[in-house]
Structure formats: structure tokens, C-alpha cells
Nanobody, 122 residues
Framework: QVQLVESGGGLVQPGGSLRLSCAAS????????MGWYRQAPGKERELVATFSRRGSTNYADSVKGRFTISRGNAENTVFLQMNSLKPEDTAVYYCNADYSRSYFDTVYLEVWGQGTLVTVSS
């Protein structure tokens, strides 16, 4: 079974910074992409940033220039550095991964973490 474990959420003042971490474990042959999504109260889950196996990144317009996604030395970890945080960044942040279980898999599976709460407030 594949599991994503997130950490790093918390309470921060506007303008502050936080760093989220996500580590994947379990029956994984290859991770195609990892990313972060968020869901604010009363809103739908939305993409924040993604990192592909080939190294390309994608960001929501609302976080460009403030957030940076990166991969750890181990391919199964991903980080989200969040700077210049705003109250509207308050949400539960979820880690997501697309992965395969063997060389012969032709379809990537998807797994989500449990989420970590980020609250931006003075």
C-alpha cells in the first residue's frame, strides 16, 4: 500500500513563511509526478504546484513568485516553500502523487495524503 505523509503546516502571520514536506512510501516503482493541492473552507480543491519526474514545474497563478516546489534527494519526497503568505492562502494542503508499481504498468495510479492545515492570520 502506498502512503503519503505530509508535515509542516501551522499558524503563521501574513507575510510569513512555511515549508511543507511530503514523503511517499510503500509499493512504488516509479513516481511520475508529485504536487500540492489545497482546499479552503467552502471551496473546491485546487492545484497549487506540481513537479514532474522530468523536472518541470507548474504553479497556480495565485502563488507564482511566492511558492516554490522542489524535490528532495530521494525521488519520493517533495517540498513546498511558501513565502509572503496571505490570509487567502489559508487552507488544508494535500500532497498528491502519480506512480506506478512495476516496470510493466501502463497506467499511473494516484494517491493523496491526509492533508496539513495552513492558517495565515494575525
Amino acid at each position: 500500500q502506498v502512503q503519503l505523509v505530509e508535515s509542516g503546516g501551522g499558524l503563521v502571520q501574513p507575510g510569513g513563511s512555511l515549508r511543507l514536506s511530503c514523503a511517499a512510501s510503500g509499493n512504488i516503482f516509479r513516481i511520475n509526478a508529485m504536487g500540492w493541492y489545497r482546499q479552503a473552507p467552502g471551496k473546491e480543491r485546487e492545484l497549487v504546484a506540481t513537479f514532474s519526474r522530468r523536472g518541470s514545474t507548474n504553479y497556480a497563478d495565485s502563488v507564482k513568485g511566492r511558492f516554490t516546489i522542489s524535490r528532495g534527494n530521494a525521488e519520493n519526497t517533495v517540498f513546498l516553500q511558501m513565502n509572503s503568505l496571505k490570509p487567502e492562502d489559508t487552507a488544508v494542503y494535500y500532497c498528491n502523487a502519480d506512480y506506478s508499481r512495476s516496470y510493466f504498468d501502463t497506467v499511473y495510479l494516484e494517491v493523496w495524503g491526509q492533508g496539513t492545515l495552513v492558517t495565515v492570520s494575525s
